[in-house]
């Protein structure tokens, strides 16, 4: 299994405005390291959220680097089904090329209830424009 800090080189997160940006970097397809990946990108998350404090954001995922990558291990779809590190955020906007991860983020934003505030995009411009709407 890869370090934390090994692990944590596979995502970026930055916050500029309103805006949280988390780019995923590297397709992670060991189980256990694709698990601590996503335990660790949601702690992370959750920081530099709680870290502008009573401010609400909008998220823009951005997993177009890796492609149509689509390996997500089945502790990681229930850790982000779970997950409290999305309260902070009015917006969510992922993109990628997968379709299995589109079917992923419908599933998910319908089990949380946030199905009218998470979409799925395949063009990072599409999504921008779509986050700066809600902002307008």
Do not use: C
């Amino acid at each position: 299994m890869k370090s934390d800090d090994e692990l944590r080189k596979q995502f970026k997160i930055t916050i500029d405005d309103n805006l949280v940006t988390a780019t995923f970097l590297v397709e992670e397809t060991n189980p256990d390291d694709n698990t601590r990946t996503t335990k660790l990108f949601l702690e992370d998350l959750e920081k530099s959220a709680k870290s502008q404090s009573n401010k609400q954001f909008n998220l823009l995922a951005d997993l177009s680097p890796i492609g149509t990558g689509n390996y997500v291990t089945n502790e990681s779809k229930n850790l982000y089904s779970q997950t409290k590190a999305f309260d902070n955020f009015s917006r969510i906007a992922v993109v990628s090329k997968s379709l299995i991860i589109k079917v992923l983020v419908v599933s998910i934003s319908t089990l949380t209830g946030k199905f009218d505030n998470v979409k799925w995009f395949d063009e990072k411009e599409k999504a921008v424009d779509w986050l700066n709407k809600s902002t307008s």
